[in-house]
Nanobody
Framework: QVQLVESGGGLVQPGGSLRLSCAAN????????MGWFRQAPGKEREFVAA????????YYADAVKGRFTISRDNAKNTVYLQMNSLKPEDTAIYYC?????????????????WGQGTQVTVSS
C-alpha cells in the first residue's frame, strides 16, 4: 500500500519558521525523487521544491528560493521541508508527492502519489 503522511504544519507569525515532514513506506520512497507542492484557496497547486533520490540535487520555485530547504533521510523514508522567513503569501496546504518522471520535477503530472496535505498559515 502506498502511503505518504505529512506533518508539521501550523500557525506561525511572519518571519517565523516551520519544518514539514513527509513519512513514506519503503516501497513508496525507494529510488524516487520527492517533491513538495502547495495550494492556496482559489489557486492551482504549485511546485515548491524537489529532491532526487541519491544525490544532492534539489530544485526550488523562485518564490521560495533562499528561504526553504528540502532534504531527505532515506534510512527513515522521510523527506523534509524547512521553511524560514515565512510570509503571509506562503499560507497554503502543503503536499508531498512521489515523482515518477525522472528529470521532470516542476509539474504535478510528474507525480503519482500524494499525501493528504498539512495546513500552513502565516499570520500575525
Amino acid at each position: 500500500q502506498v502511503q505518504l503522511v505529512e506533518s508539521g504544519g501550523g500557525l506561525v507569525q511572519p518571519g517565523g519558521s516551520l519544518r514539514l515532514s513527509c513519512a513514506a513506506n519503503g516501497r513508496t520512497f525507494s529510488g524516487h525523487a520527492m517533491g513538495w507542492f502547495r495550494q492556496a484557496p482559489g489557486k492551482e497547486r504549485e511546485f515548491v521544491a524537489a529532491i532526487i533520490w541519491g544525490g544532492p540535487s534539489t530544485y526550488y520555485a523562485d518564490a521560495v528560493k533562499g528561504r526553504f530547504t528540502i532534504s531527505r533521510d532515506n534510512a527513515k523514508n522521510t523527506v523534509y521541508l524547512q521553511m524560514n522567513s515565512l510570509k503571509p503569501e506562503d499560507t497554503a496546504i502543503y503536499y508531498c508527492a512521489r515523482n515518477w518522471n525522472t528529470g521532470s520535477y516542476y509539474n504535478t503530472r510528474s507525480y503519482d502519489y500524494w499525501g493528504q496535505g498539512t495546513q500552513v498559515t502565516v499570520s500575525s
